[in-house]
Every structure is written in C-alpha cells, then in structure tokens.
C-alpha cells in the first residue's frame, strides 16, 4: 500500500513537473528574449509581457501542484527513492514533450544527453 | 552566447541546487504530512530552512524563465541537473564527506551528458517570432539601442 502511494506520487509530481515546464518554456518563447527585450524597452515591458501570457501562470499553476505533491511524496516515501525517480523521469518526460508540443530537434545528441542525465540523477541522489 | 546568458546558466545551476538542499534540510526538521493534517504544510513553510529553501527557488525560477526566453527546454534542463554535481563536489571538498563511487559514476555521467547538449546549438526549433520581429526592429533604432547597450 505504501508503495502504491508512494509511486502514485511519484508519478504525479512527473506529470506536473513536465507540463509545468512545457508551459512555462512556451510561455517565454512567446514572450521573446529577455535580454533583447532588456535592452529595447526595459524591465516593465518584460514583467507586462510575462504578466499577460496566460500559459505562464497554467505554468505555475502546474509547478506548484508539481511542488506540493512532492512535499506529500517525501513525506509518504524514502527521500531516496522519491527524489530521484521524479527527478530522472521528469527529465525523460520532459525530452519526448519538448519533441511533441515544443518542436524541439531533439537530435540523437540530446536524447544520450537526456538518458545519461537522468541515469547520473538516479545515481546521485540515490 | 554571451558571458551574460553563461551566468544566467551558472544561476540556474547555483539557485537549484542551493534551494532544494535547504528545502531537504527543513523538511527533514518538520517531518512528514498527512492528508489529515494540511495545515501541516503552514507549519513547514514557517520553518526558516524552507522558507530560505523557498526564497532561493524563486531566483532560480528567475534565471530558469530567463534562460528559456532564449534557449530549448533541453538545452536548459541539463543546466539544472549540474546542480547535483556541485552538491556532490561542495559535500566532498567542504563538508569533506564521503563521495561513493557510484556518485562519481553519476557525477561523470551528468557531466557527459550536459557536455553532449552544450557542444550543439541553444535554440533549434524553427518558429520564434518575437526574435525575428527583434531582429526588423534593431535596424532602424541602431542608435538608442547602441546607446542603453553602452549603459548596461
């Protein structure tokens, strides 16, 4: 029983973390390069245009679900489970959405990239 | 890649790690939360350890947002994973604790990966309108932006 919630959570955390990311990433895509944006028209205009992108505050809203279900994952699993396989598989999930819904090119570079980072994540904070 | 856009890479890096190294150490202290009991997660928040935790989250949120205005979701997410590296380094030669090895096989294997994505470009999806849209508007304002360029 332990198990099942601990890797329900698991799971949870990995999908809110991937689609807060996804929203997130979009968001500031739209919103264009801040350091561009910095340099034409200044701070307020990047706070303006942040502000009023609505995939940016979906995006937090899935980034704090993501935060709090971790919060109840630790407090329901061993850190030492419950931290890495988040961690490693949010990076997994997070190469195949960044393919599909961003049109990233995630080349063969990024995809050895992406498995040797979560295969390192499990190994370190295991 | 500017020496500006590297440290907002190094922030993102720094802040991850610094910030959920403190949210572990504070939630060890509060222990664990039950359904039962939400107002259990006030009380965490309340706790320094998380709240410094906290703090140092939302600069790395910063830096994170900072970083995906200009690069891809899998060019930046490396970045954050370097973080367990600097952990492993600060515990090793600071804290002078033991570093297993299967941490330095993690260690080596984060590096390599991170050092695959780095050698590739930063941006490789095709639409970005706003850069284009940049790009038209620089030429005929050359001067003023030259100008707060030299200011910054």
Known sequence: MKHAYTWGGILIVVFFSVVGDILIARAMKQVGDVHALLRRSGVWTVVGRVLSNSNFFLGVAAMAVAFFSLLFALSWGDVSLVAPAAASLTFIGNAFAAKIFLHERVDRRRWIAAVLVAAGVALLAG | MTFRKYLVLAGVTVFAAAGDSMLSHGMKE???????????????????????????????FASYMNALSWADLTYVLPATSLGYVLLALVAKFALHEQVSPMRWLGIALISGGVGFVAGGPALTHPESPPMEEGAKDATPSANPVSATGAES
């Not at chain 2, 009380?43 to 989250?57: D, E, S, T």
């Open chain 2, 30 to 60: 509060t222990g664990s939360i039950s359904i039962h009991h939400l107002q259990g997660v006030i009380l965490a928040i309340l706790n320094p350890w998380v709240a410094v935790g906290i703090v140092l989250l939302l600069a790395f």
